[in-house]
Structure formats: C-alpha cells, structure tokens
C-alpha cells in the first residue's frame, strides 16, 4: 500500500509509527516507498511470528488481549498509530481500540471495512476519508480508511 504519501510524509519523517496489524504498511515504510529513504522509524505489532525476522521492530500481538505488550511499549508513545484489524466485527474492532488507544500520542489512521465506520467513530473519533484504498486481495467488503486528525490527501 502505497497511500502515506503528501502529508503523511512530513510525519513519517520526524515520527514513530506503529502499525497494529499492518504488516504491509510496515514493510512499504521500512523499504523506504514512501520517503525514498527507508529510515523511517515504525514497528509492527502482529499475531504472525514470521514476522518476527523483523527482530526488534516486531511486537507480537494478540487482539484478544489488546493491552498485554512487552513492557519496553509505553503508554502513547507512537505519533502515529495505523491500525488494519484481522476481522470485520465490533469486538475485534472494540479490542484493537484499545491498544490504538495505549499506543497513541493522538494521531490515528484506521483501515477496516466501511460498515463499521459507526463503531470507529464511536471508539476512536475517527471519521472516513473520500480516499479510496485498494488491497492486494480482492475483499467482499468495501474498504476505507479513516482518520482523527485533518488530512487534504486523504479527507478530500
């Protein structure tokens, strides 16, 4: 996915990201797409251990016990937190909340189907952006991204 561009390069730059399960996301950043770089400073937070060849980077991480993180991860310390939770329903939703919530310093970027743009609002203030992401699977729901804080690239 290669949607962090404009605005969200600024942050990307002088920020810590952290990706709740956004594997993806972390590995365009760390390649250096968005900034040409690849010094972005992010970690990925996912259930997936493959993913901890990422050594230090990766967190591993249990939706079902959304506040259970190792003890060096604290409390909003992210500038930006992405956030794509594994299944569309309000208690999978309602847990990855929380844990965007612990991590963030404010800012929240959320990708999730559109029908739970009503629980997203509710547990994250977030609203849905005109920007329409496209996924490398072809998935059944439409899905959008959303943000609390003002984007021009993304809240057209």
């Avoid at 561009?5 to 797409?33: N, R």
């Avoid at 970027?109 to 490398?136: D, I, Q, R, W, Y």
């Amino acid at each position: 996915m290669v949607w962090l561009t404009g605005d969200k390069l600024h942050l990307c730059k002088k920020g810590l990201i952290a990706c709740v399960s956004a594997p993806s996301v972390y590995q365009k950043l760390k390649q250096g797409v968005v900034d040409g770089s690849g010094r972005v400073s992010a970690v990925v937070l996912e259930y997936d251990r493959r993913f901890a060849a990422y050594a230090d980077d990766f967190i591993f991480y249990d939706y079902n016990e959304p506040l259970s993180l190792p003890s060096g991860v604290a409390p909003r310390s992210f500038d930006i937190v992405l956030a794509d939770p594994p299944y569309l329903s309000e208690e999978c939703l309602s847990k990855v909340a929380q844990t965007v919530q612990y991590l963030s310093k404010g800012k929240v970027l959320l990708c999730t189907g559109a029908t739970m743009e009503n629980v997203a609002k509710e547990l994250l203030g977030v609203k849905m952006c005109s920007f329409l992401p496209k996924h490398n699977r072809n998935l059944s729901n439409e899905f959008r991204c959303f943000v609390n804080y003002p984007s021009d690239l993304l809240c057209s």
